[in-house]
């Protein structure tokens, strides 16, 4: 029987076969259907040409119709389908100079980069499975499809998303897969940083962290990834580190290497792997919560300033502390907070103005904000409107003595 993923795409393969054509389940669903993980997106290859699927469809999106993938709407849902097709030589290490279309599906899936990732099902759940990628998903094994020296001379990427498998699915890469990586991973300065950056991110999600660590020293991969390749001693101690739970963002990835050596700059970091503004912010924000709970622990103030994020900055103690909390402890002290945010301070900047209508608009205001919020998270002022004035004019007085 077919998982509820592929019943929703069952009437796009039926249409397909309706009107005479072959079509396939293929790719990461595929694969993990058979090992009962999680489906994902669905993908589906056929010997319908675009223009057949054009035709027979009422509704697509021709999202990549150079390389015979059109993207069928039916009922809100999206399902990639692509023709079969053979590549030619990768001049540029990504793309391949032409693409042609096949009529046979064994041909189609010999073009892909794992036997795990090259195995088709039909509408029945059968399979087809030419390169022995179901024997592989039971063995644990990461095996190319062919040669591996052609497969990564082809997609240099593909190394660094053989190791991201094995975070990913907890598998091991065979020998000659392990073999060629530690020959050609110098091949991965040919490729853009933004596509090393987009895997080494999915790496560090996946619970089996420390073993594709492990290979990537093993192999010598990072030697050619960036900012690594010039500092050995930051991935020597990321490899030591035991990382037990996927990190949930980008930004706890990118604080954890700042951490690691503070003389490299987290800009330095998010520049040269051309991170997002939110990833960036993530991390500046983990960075200083980390750097506060190292001069004063686990404080209200901490607390606070951290917010939600405290599950990643638990993570970021652990690694470097090796110190372990109780979340749902410092989640109860969180919530006995008297405020969780400085919206929720029973004064303004305004209110400021009002007790000292003398002065003028300046950075003073934001200071004696700063103040205020920290003395009522301490627990050392009600959040009280009679005592801040009271308190503040105390401070004012002190500071015109």
Request: glycine letters at 4%; proline letters at 4%; charged letters at 25%.
């Amino acid at each position: 029987m077919l998982d509820q993923p592929f019943i929703k795409a069952k009437p796009v393969m039926e249409t397909l076969e309706d009107n005479g054509y072959e079509c396939f389940f293929v790719g990461g669903a595929v694969r993990d259907c058979l090992i009962s993980r999680h489906i994902g997106d669905i993908d589906i290859a056929t010997n319908a040409t675009p223009n057949d699927m054009q035709r027979i469809f009422p509704k697509t999106v021709p999202v990549g119709i150079e390389h015979g993938t059109v993207l069928v709407i039916h009922n809100g849902e999206s399902f990639e389908v692509t023709t079969y097709r053979t590549e030619g030589e990768y001049k540029d290490y990504r793309h391949p100079s032409e693409v042609s279309f096949v009529k046979d599906v064994k041909l189609d899936l010999s073009r892909r980069d794992f036997t795990i990732n090259a195995i088709a099902m039909d509408l029945e759940g059968n399979l087809l499975d030419p390169f022995d990628g179901k024997k592989d998903l039971n063995e644990r094994v990461i095996r190319t499809v062919g040669n591996p020296h052609d497969r990564f001379t082809e997609d240099p990427l593909r190394m660094l998303r053989g190791v991201r498998f094995v975070s990913q699915l907890n598998f091991n890469l065979d020998e000659a897969t392990l073999t060629a990586i530690s020959e050609q991973h110098h091949l991965l300065n040919k490729i853009s940083v933004e596509r090393i950056t987009d895997e080494l991110v999915k790496l560090f999600k996946h619970a089996n962290i420390n073993s594709a660590l492990k290979i990537i020293r093993q192999t010598g991969m990072d030697q050619s990834l960036p900012i690594f390749k010039d500092h050995h001693h930051i991935f020597s101690r990321l490899n030591k580190m035991v990382f037990n739970q996927p990190l949930n963002h980008a930004g706890v990835m990118f604080a954890i290497f700042h951490l690691i050596d503070p003389n490299i700059s987290l800009h330095t970091w998010t520049k040269t792997y051309k991170v997002s503004n939110n990833i960036k912010r993530k991390a500046i924000h983990l960075i200083d919560s980390y750097k506060s709970y190292h001069d004063q622990g686990m404080s209200n103030v901490v607390l606070y300033n951290v917010g939600k994020q405290l599950p990643d900055l638990l993570q970021i103690i652990k690694l470097f502390n090796l110190k372990s909390y109780n979340i749902k402890e410092l989640q109860s002290q969180y919530q006995s907070l008297p405020i969780k945010d400085r919206s929720e301070l029973i004064v303004t900047g305004q209110n400021l103005l009002q007790w000292f209508p003398h002065e003028k608009r300046g950075q003073w205001i934001g200071k004696y904000l700063n103040r205020i919020e920290e003395a009522v998270i301490k627990g050392e002022l009600q959040n009280s409107r009679e005592e801040i004035e009271s308190k503040v004019r105390e401070w004012k007085r002190q500071e015109n003595d």
